[in-house]
């Protein structure tokens, strides 16, 4: 069956993403070239990746 298995959302702040994330009890992850993630167990079988963009 088709369908997601991870996405990235831009963040501005990923450190500020990651406390708040933290904060909030989110169980967090990093990918092998150092991205903070919520593995897919965690977000109902999405992994959520989150990437500094540009302000």
Avoid: C, H, K, W
């Avoid at 369908?3 to 500020?16: E, I, L, S, T």
């Amino acid at each position: 069956m088709p369908g997601f298995v991870a996405y990235a959302v831009g963040v501005r702040d990923v450190a500020a993403t990651e406390r708040l994330l933290r904060g909030n009890g989110i169980p967090l992850g990093r990918t092998s070239s150092g991205e903070v993630f919520v593995p897919a167990r965690e977000a109902f079988g999405v992994a959520i990746i989150f990437r500094q963009t540009a302000g």
